[in-house]
């Protein structure tokens, strides 16, 4: 009886304890940056940052994952309940527009990797959801501001030449 | 009378030596002078930024081919204008006599003499106006054209120095050697 009772409180205890573990409510806050110039930079880099505010108090260690585009990333902690996800793209691959990144909490993140096993084509709801959005990074003119000028002075110069012959004619 | 006839035979003289000559009026002169002096700086900016030529460096070289540029293109564009001049007026006569016909009819207080040398004399206004102009814009497009042809194609491989020298001087050269051509 003793002992029935002791493992039924253990079980609520690590039941409760894994409840509070978890992010009560998530609110968060995110600002992001994105590599805009692809002139003189090999990747384009892609960063946000986000303070996460739960109802519940966060252990630690709250380790949080993404998910973004099919990449599995770690979110880094970067401060009282700061984190900070990163990743790199190469300039002719990175599209622009918006990117959704999906973040899990260990927990979801152990139930996402389970859930892949079976069917690799598996989701998991999100802890929470940023939109990150690219413009675009400029990767130079269409053409070459010389090759430009060249061809509009010749333009300008064949007007002048025929005009010329039209009035001595 | 005769005071006054013996008055509109020298204009109409005035007006044919001044037709023929190749000598244009002070105004015409500052206008050509002016304009060769901002055509002929410009490429300095050009030169400055692209092709990486400091100023502090090459100062001398770019007063002395600026001065020559620009007295070269001023003699290429007097010469263009008294080329087109005589085309231009034999283009635009009826135009221009219709129209100040049409602006002298009513007054008839004029003598016909009187009316006929205000024609000729707005004739030549406009043909001289528009000979100039043309001229201007003409000489420009070329010379720019030149310029950017041979600093950025022709002479690419040379110092900046170099390049500007030969690339202006060799321009304006063409120009004002062009203009003296009889065709």
Known sequence: ?169 | MSGKNNKAFTKEEELLLQDFSRNVSTKSSALFYGNAFIVSAIPIWLFWRVHSLEISTAIIWFILVTAASTWLLALAYRNTKFQLKHRVAVRREDAVAREMSRKLADDKKMSRKEKDERILWKKNEVADYEATTYSIFYNNALFLTIVILSSFYILRTFTPTVNYIVSLTAASGLLALLSTGTK
Not at chain 1, 42 to 49: D, K, M, S
Not at chain 1, 67 to 80: H, N, P, Q, Y
Not at chain 1, 116 to 137: F, T, Y
Request: with cysteine; aromatic share 8%; glycine share 6%.
């Open chain 1, 1 to 169: 009886m003793v002992t029935k009772s002791f493992i039924y409180i253990i079980t609520i205890a690590l039941i409760g304890g894994i409840c509070a573990e978890s992010c009560q409510n998530p609110k968060v806050e995110a600002s992001y940056f994105t590599s805009l110039d692809a002139t003189v930079v090999t990747q384009i880099a892609y960063i946000t940052e986000f303070t996460l505010k739960c109802d519940n108090t966060l252990p630690e260690n709250y380790g949080l994952y993404a998910e973004v585009d099919g990449k599995s990333l770690t979110a880094a902690r970067i401060g009282e309940n700061k984190y900070q996800i990163s990743w790199t793209e190469e300039p002719a691959k990175a599209r622009s527009g918006v990117h959704q990144i999906n973040i899990l909490d260990e927990e979801g993140w152990a139930s996402l990797r389970r859930a892949r096993r079976a069917d690799p084509a598996a989701s998991v709801a999100p802890l929470l959801a940023i939109q990150l959005s690219h413009p675009g990074s400029y990767s130079g003119p269409w053409v070459n501001s010389e090759i430009l000028a060249t061809f509009i002075s010749i333009l300008v110069a064949y007007t002048a030449l025929r005009n010329k012959s039209k009035i001595l004619a």
